[in-house]
């Protein structure tokens, strides 16, 4: 059960130091960070890349706005479905500084093996330069 819940945890709002928005749509994905306006959206052969701060809390809002899709990170051994219509909410630490891939990890049509991601976690001071950086506001698919 400890595993389970591990798995299951969702991020309280309140101590959640990263709230982040991830729509998955037919061929990609869009991040919102939206306390900083920022999007980060890809349909290219990479991916988009959601940044994130290592040891911190992030909580995710999953939704997808055509088909079923799955946000799926190998390496954190972690799957949770994309499903249009519904907000899944989840949360996740990354303990570890690196980048990691992910990928839809259900079938949505033919391109979906053309919807990869990466995951980059880095420390909090490398993560706050990003945000300062990053552009704001939206951008179209």
């Known amino acids: ?11 309280d709002q309140g ?12 061929w990609g994905w869009r991040f919102s ?29 999953l ?3 055509d088909v079923d899709h799955a946000f799926f990170v190998p ?15 989840f949360g996740f630490t990354v303990d570890t500084q690196g980048t990691f891939r992910g990928q839809c990890a259900e079938f949505c049509g033919v391109g979906h093996s ?5 995951v980059r976690a880095v420390p909090r001071a490398e993560f706050d330069a ?3 950086a990053a552009p ?4 179209a698919p």
């Open 1 to 11: 059960m400890t595993t389970l819940g591990r798995v299951s945890a969702v991020v």
């Open 15 to 26: 101590t959640a130091q990263v709230k982040v928005n991830v729509e998955a749509f037919r």
């Open 33 to 61: 960070y939206p306390d900083q306006g920022i999007v980060i959206e890809g349909v290219t052969p990479n991916g988009p890349e959601l940044v994130v701060p290592v040891d911190e809390a992030v909580q995710v809002t």
């Open 63 to 65: 939704t997808g706005n």
């Open 75 to 89: 390496q954190f051994l972690f799957k949770r479905d994309a499903i249009p219509g519904r907000q899944n909410v």
């Open 114 to 118: 053309q919807m990869p991601f990466t």
């Open 130 to 132: 990003w945000l300062a």
């Open 136 to 139: 704001r506001g939206s951008q």
